[in-house]
């Protein structure tokens, strides 16, 4: 992301492949938890501190998106059926992923949630800081 700076950037870049077939939600999962997977064993193994480390990971890069992309557009409030069978991995991240826009937007109105307060007080702070710095990815 922005706090890697343009000219490390070539190398992380070589780590994908753009001839994948990285097309659907099933493949992006498998290919980011390998990714994790192999992290995990470089720093650490089953400790404590990776599992912190990777879900910390994740729910920023996953705050950011919010932050950069989904918040912005106009997504209408729609009804969730949690009870609908999951008949593809599509289908259940659609479902996953319209009820953390809502949530999401949901905590952006309201300021007591501790996790979204201090993602958008600090960490938003330091990303937008990072981007002045190293250059967008977005």
């Not at 990285?22 to 599992?51: C, E, M, W």
Request: with cysteine; net charge positive; hydrophobic share 30%.
């Amino acid at each position: 992301m922005p706090y890697i700076p343009k000219s490390k950037r070539k190398y992380f870049d070589t780590l994908f492949n753009p001839d994948s077939d990285i097309t659907h939600p099933g493949s992006l999962n498998y290919t980011v938890t390998q990714f994790i997977l192999d992290f995990v064993k470089r720093n650490g193994g089953d400790s404590d501190l990776a599992d912190e480390e990777v879900i910390g990971m994740l729910m920023c890069c996953m705050l950011e998106y919010w932050r950069r992309r989904a918040k912005t557009k106009n997504i209408k409030k729609k009804e969730i059926n949690y009870t609908e069978e999951v008949t593809s991995y599509r289908k259940a991240n659609n479902i996953i992923g319209k009820a953390t826009i809502q949530m999401l937007n949901a905590c952006s109105i309201y300021k007591g949630n501790s996790v979204y307060n201090y993602y958008m007080t600090k960490v938003a702070k330091y990303e937008d800081l990072k981007i002045k710095e190293n250059g967008d990815v977005y």
